[in-house]
């Protein structure tokens, strides 16, 4: 296990990002995560579609593994935990149980997302519109204008890697040291792509983006003054020796 | 079609043939032919038959000519009910069938109508047909799923007396077979007296197709009747390949292209066939630099749109074109008077593929067709040399008949609940008497009309939506007409490749702010693209400037060569047999003299070198070359097999600490190297056939090609929806969400149907599975190993192959740790 190779900091604070795709502030003792969207996969049942109706417990038991891990005090679900209105409706037993045993064991914070303005209450935890801490800003969607200190989802950031002829698709973080964008957690969440308007439109300045890989975060793009995770890059870039992402 | 006087079959002709029949034969100056007499007397006696003839030898009229005979005494009659139904792989060729059938129908004056139902028909008529049918129906094997699916289908067949079903040979080994095997045990339910007519290319093995065509009663096995026709002249097949140069590696053979040329002028009107749909743009532009002339050479393949290729289509019906440059679409197909070359790029993967090409340069059986072979590169001038043996000694390779998928089952199971409520006794018994499936165990049967029902999932949680319901009495019934018509918006076997739109990014603009439609390319293609790339399209080369909103953007350059290959590899695996033909070719010295002298001289040094191996062997030869290391084997499977191979022996040389980096795959040989010296190795031990066990399962879990065959899968089981009535799912959609799907899927529920489905299409489709099975078999203890100084002749194409196979696992994390480091080592430059 590398966890904790790649940290990053927001608007001032030191935010750990984990290949899960949750983001780890360990000052606050808070852990965070966006777009679950449980039960995405039996709002298709309606029109015939039967996804195998295993998402909500394959994201559940991610996050009991992210909890086990990092014994935090705090989890911020950042918006769209639920697919829909009638998500917490079909939840199964299994995954009502587990939930709430979580909700109990630390202080669960419901932000409210565009698909679930309402989310279910009494599966446990607090339901915010939008929450700060320190320096950050919690909330689903993403101000228009550059909005220091923010931390949001909703966009589902994926990043593509080619090289060689060869391609990778990855989820990823999206940051300028400004606002934090968190991938989407959820086990059958897409994803927009970083160089389509949604993402690019939000950052004043060059980006940077962290893929997801197998046991950590890849930096794979950006400047140096964001990617000053390590003690001996230097915060001042040369123009030219950075690959940009916002302007191909 | 054209048929000649021949003398042996007028003895025969009075019994069978009607006064009129015989009439219009003799004014037109023919005589029927043996086997056409033959088809006449199985059908009085109300047999099915299997008609194996050449191209040329009036095969289709044969098939319809007992029909004909059966209709033609009956009265004038309004109100008609459907005699015989014709099923055609191509709609074109159902509609050029149809055309030529009026001829001797008004000829004879007969009281017969003849229609043609494909998705081009109009609404109006296809609902009338389902009423009012006509004696003789043409079709394709979806319309008749769909058909089938409806209400009244007992009605429009309960009086169907024959089935004729063209290019049987072409269809049955597939999922549309697997449908139509399925469709025809239905209909043998509402028409149980009907006879059957296959007609069929040359095989080498006609049981299969005799088994496919009549229903099956398990355990015990019904063929039809077989009448074979005479066979045509030999063809006449010439090998292009210089004595001075034969390249090394490639497909494209683009050093022949003058000598292409020469052989168009030669001839009337000439095919150009080539293995796959970039390779056929390729071809096409590199003619057009040379055609001096303005010769009228057109192209056609798959991803034109489909005015275009009509309008090709409708040229050459009219004589107008020189030549067409073409894929396998235009492998089968209506008959062109005018074509008397056939020329093939590239190897031909199979001497039956060859046969039907060729076929279709032949229209008299008793003149021999010509073609002219093209390959493009050494290993191929022996394929193609071992194809035209083959087919001169008459000798075809007989592919095994797959078994019938779960996926299409699926999907036959949810239109049968549309067409009635079914008891799930009578249904099995129907779809284990389709040959494809009559092996079909009975649990499996459950499990698949469970999947449609409910999802098929161990965790019961779509038990309130289900599609299908029990009814008091015990039957299936479909839970929601709306149902219905999904079903009829889904149905059909064929999956596309995603496409994407390319454009041409305007001057000076961003992308995303318009520009022309270039056209459209395959998603997966696209994906392997950075910004910068350079590449092929449209004849031109391009580079990749970017995706906005689904259309990839690209700019012109002035470079004469692009950076990424856009060549994919044949579409087709070198069968089995041709590969045992090569093997044997090469493992025999006398026989090199008939080759070139380029590659005699190759095959030459590599003995002297290294070995040749002796069929039935299997040669691996480890070498160093540049700092790598690099053990290279020849099995002669083709290029699936050996990506299949190459994964799972990096697999092992991982686990042993030899630290492989790398390998590629062609059809013949695969080549796998890596930092540390692989000739000290257990051969014995490294090729062992447990591969196929857990290292298979474990690689399986995380390659690209399986999540592919899953989604396909997917698609036609009915898991997604390719369109649904509220709004058209995008291909670029369905892609990443099976992946997710499927990641889900094989973790919670491994034993699910549709992973069942998924191994069984892959283990003898995209990953050759069984005939890797097979070869390591074949060579368990037969391993010769080399070890050499350098790298040997037969080693060289091999190398020099780019494989492209999206990576998976380790390599993906190897490629993120290398992006990330180059990205820091950016970051640290100090200028």
Redesign the interface.
Same mark, same amino acid.
């Given at each position: 296990m590398t966890r904790g190779d790649c940290t990053l900091l927001v608007n001032g604070e030191t935010l750990m990002l984990d290949a899960s795709g949750a983001a780890w502030w360990a000052a606050e003792k808070t852990l965070v995560f966006a777009d679950l969207h449980f039960e995405k996969g039996s709002s298709y049942a309606r029109s015939g579609q039967f996804l195998p109706p295993y998402d909500t417990r394959a994201t559940l038991r991610r996050i009991a593994a992210l909890i086990a891990h990092f014994h935090p005090e705090r989890v911020i679900a950042l918006g769209d935990s639920f697919h829909d209105g009638g998500a917490g409706a079909r939840l199964g037993e299994e995954e009502i149980a587990l939930l709430a045993a979580l909700t109990r064991a630390v202080v669960w914070v419901w932000v409210e997302g565009n698909h679930d303005p309402d989310p279910p209450a009494w599966l446990g935890g607090t339901i915010k519109s939008d929450i700060a801490v320190g320096g950050l800003t919690f909330r689903h969607i993403p101000l228009a204008e550059p909005c220091a200190g923010e931390v949001a989802g909703h966009i589902h950031p994926v990043t593509r890697i080619s090289r060689g002829g060869l391609s990778l698709r990855r989820r990823c973080f999206v940051s300028d040291g400004l606002r934090l964008l968190l991938p989407a957690f959820g086990a059958y969440t897409g994803g927009y792509d970083v160089r389509e308007e949604s993402v690019t439109s939000l950052f004043a300045r060059e980006f940077a983006v962290f893929a997801l890989g197998r046991e950590r975060v890849y930096a794979v793009a950006g400047p140096a003054h964001v990617l000053a995770r390590k003690k001996n890059v230097e915060a001042q870039p040369k123009a030219t020796a950075i690959k940009t992402v916002n302007r191909p | 079609m054209c048929y000649r006087f021949t003398m042996t079959a007028a003895a025969l002709t009075p019994f069978l043939l009607p006064e009129r029949f015989a009439r219009w034969f003799a004014t037109r100056g023919w005589s029927p032919r043996p086997h056409q007499l033959q088809l006449i007397e199985h059908a009085s006696r109300g047999e099915s038959v299997l008609l194996v003839a050449p191209t040329g030898g009036g095969k289709t009229l044969a098939g319809f000519l007992p029909s004909l005979i059966e209709l033609a005494p009956l009265p004038a009659r309004c109100s008609r009910v459907l005699h015989t139904l014709y099923i055609s792989p191509l709609k074109a060729l159902a509609v050029d069938v149809a055309r030529n059938l009026e001829a001797p129908v008004s000829e004879m004056g007969l009281d017969v109508k003849i229609e043609t139902r494909t998705g081009d028909t109009p609404a109006g008529r296809r609902q009338r047909q389902r009423f009012s049918p006509p004696d003789i129906l043409l079709t394709t094997p979806e319309q008749l799923a769909l058909l089938l699916s409806h209400r009244d289908a007992p009605r429009m067949f309960g009086h169907l007396r024959a089935v004729v079903l063209d290019e049987l040979h072409a269809i049955a080994n597939s999922k549309r077979g697997d449908l139509l095997a399925l469709d025809l045990a239905r209909l043998a339910k509402l028409a149980p007296n009907h006879r059957r007519v296959g007609l069929s290319a040359t095989v080498a093995d006609p049981v299969p197709l005799q088994r496919y065509l009549v229903p099956q009663s398990p355990p015990g096995e019904n063929l039809s009747e077989l009448v074979r026709a005479k066979g045509g002249a030999v063809p006449q097949i010439g090998i292009l390949a210089s004595e001075e140069y034969v390249p090394w590696a490639g497909h494209l053979a683009r050093h022949a292209m003058s000598d292409v040329m020469a052989a168009i002028k030669l001839a009337k009107t000439t095919l150009v066939f080539v293995n796959t749909r970039r390779q056929a743009e390729l071809t096409f532009q590199d003619l057009w630099r040379i055609n001096d002339d303005n010769l009228a050479i057109a192209l056609h393949h798959g991803s034109l749109a489909p005015e275009q290729r009509r309008k090709v289509e409708a040229a050459m019906a009219a004589g107008r074109l020189k030549a067409v440059v073409c894929t396998s679409t235009l492998d089968l197909g209506i008959d062109w008077g005018a074509v008397d070359n056939v020329v093939c790029i590239g190897a031909p993967k199979g001497a039956a593929r060859l046969v039907q090409r060729i076929g279709r340069a032949n229209h008299r059986l008793e003149e021999p067709s010509c073609a002219l072979l093209v390959p493009a590169n050494r290993f191929e001038v022996l394929e193609c040399e071992a194809a035209r043996e083959a087919v001169i000694a008459g000798e075809l390779d007989g592919e095994r008949l797959k078994t019938g998928s779960l996926d299409v089952l699926a999907q036959h199971v949810l239109g049968m609940a549309c067409a009635a409520n079914f008891a799930e006794d009578d249904l099995y018994a129907e779809v284990i008497s389709a040959a494809p499936y009559r092996d079909l165990p009975r649990e499996d049967f459950t499990r698949v009309v469970d999947?449609v029902a409910?999802?098929?999932?161990a =965790?019961k949680?779509?038990d309130r939506?289900a599609?299908l319901r029990k009814t008091p009495d015990g039957l299936w019934r479909l839970a929601h007409p709306r $149902?219905a018509q999904?079903y009829r918006l889904n149905a059909g076997t064929i999956v596309e490749d995603p496409m994407i739109d390319i454009r041409l990014q305007s001057k000076g603009r961003p992308?995303?702010a318009g520009g022309r439609t270039l056209g459209q390319m395959e998603e997966y293609f696209v @994906?392997?693209?950075?910004?910068g790339?350079t590449f092929v399209f449209a004849g031109e080369v391009l580079a990749f #400037?970017?995706? &906005? @909103?689904d259309v990839a953007y690209v700019s012109r350059t002035n470079d004469t060569e692009a950076e990424?290959?856009s060549y994919n590899g044949g579409k087709f695996p070198l069968s089995t047999f041709l590969a045992q033909r090569v093997r044997e070719m090469v493992s025999d010295p006398e026989r090199w003299q008939a080759l070139p002298d380029p590659v005699h001289e190759w095959l030459r040094i590599q003995e002297w070198r290294s070995v040749i191996p002796q069929p039935g062997q299997l040669l691996v030869e480890t070498f160093p070359r540049g700092h790598r290391f690099y053990l290279v084997c020849y099995p002669f499977e083709g290029r699936l097999a050996h990506q299949t191979l190459g994964m799972l022996v990096t697999r092992r040389l991982e686990r042993l600490h030899l630290q492989p980096t790398g390998f590629s795959a062609n059809e013949y040989a695969l080549a796998v190297w890596g930092r540390r010296d692989l000739s000290g190795v257990n051969l014995g031990a490294l090729f062992d056939q447990d591969m196929l066990g857990d290292d298979l399962d474990a690689w399986l879990a995380e390659s690209n090609l399986y999540k592919r065959t899953f989604k396909n899968c997917a698609v036609i089981a009915?898991?997604? @929806?390719r369109r649904?009535p509220l709004k058209e799912k995008t291909g670029r #959609?369905v892609t990443?969400?099976t992946d997710?799907?499927y990641?889900? $899927?094989r973790? &919670? @529920?491994p034993d &699910?149907i549709l992973l069942r489905a998924t191994y069984q299409d892959a283990a003898t489709g995209l990953l050759d599975v069984a005939r890797l099975g097979d070869m390591l078999a074949r060579v368990k203890g037969r391993i010769i190993s080399r070890k050499l100084d350098r790298v040997s002749p037969l080693a060289v194409p091999a190398l020099l192959e780019?494989s492209?196979e999206?990576?998976a696992g380790e390599a993906?994390?190897e490629? $993120?740790?290398?992006?990330?480091d180059a =990205?820091?080592a950016?970051?640290?430059?100090v200028?």
């Open positions: - | 999947f409910t999802g098929g999932y =965790l949680r779509y939506y599609k $149902l999904n992308i995303g @994906e392997q693209l950075a910004p790339d #400037q970017g995706i &906005h @909103e990424v290959p009915g898991l997604i @929806e649904s #959609q990443f969400s997710l799907i990641d889900v $899927l973790e &919670h @529920e &699910h780019i492209k999206m990576i993906a994390e490629m $993120l740790r290398e992006t990330e =990205l820091i950016d970051a640290m430059r200028e």
